[in-house]
């Protein structure tokens, strides 16, 4: 049976972007505890795509701007924070804006410079600096338009041993002169 060409076609087949240019899954790392978390579901969602990752290196806008790139070693702190992700990526640098800007105002540039990227997904932290958090973003990309953001929740903490140890009385403590326990 022949297919009719009427109909496109439909297979599961990743296509790439428009005129050949590859759409990177954005992640945006704050130099947190959480950006271990943005990076392993940004790497999962980009190694089923087959295509890169955009770190995006957040930095306070007290550091100098001028000299501070992607191979800096501010920078490569903290993307060596999210350890080796195994798949390409690519490395940018986001300046927090200085002064008290209004709360979207930090989310938009961000937003602007993921969009120059072409990344159609921006993961984020739900919590961050201010105006960078997930839900920040996505209200700021709900307002411009620009790329779909996700909400990475915190990884789960679990203790290093199963058993802990059985806590001392009170009483079996030592004393101090004045009969108190030590702090």
Sequence with gaps: MTRLLSHPRRDHVHRPARAGLLQPVAAVLTDRIDDVAVAEAAARIALARRVPLLLIAVMPPHIRQSGLGPASPSVRAILARVGPLHLGYIPEVFHLPAGNGSRLAAAKELLALATRHRAPDLLAARRGPHGLDAFSLI?????????????????????????????????????????????
């Design 139 to 183: 209200e700021a990309a709900a307002l411009r338009g620009g790329p779909y953001v996700h909400a990475v929740a915190p990884a789960a903490w679990t203790p290093l041993r199963q058993n802990p140890p059985a806590a001392t009385p009170v009483a079996d403590l030592p004393r101090t002169r004045r009969g108190n326990v030590p702090r």
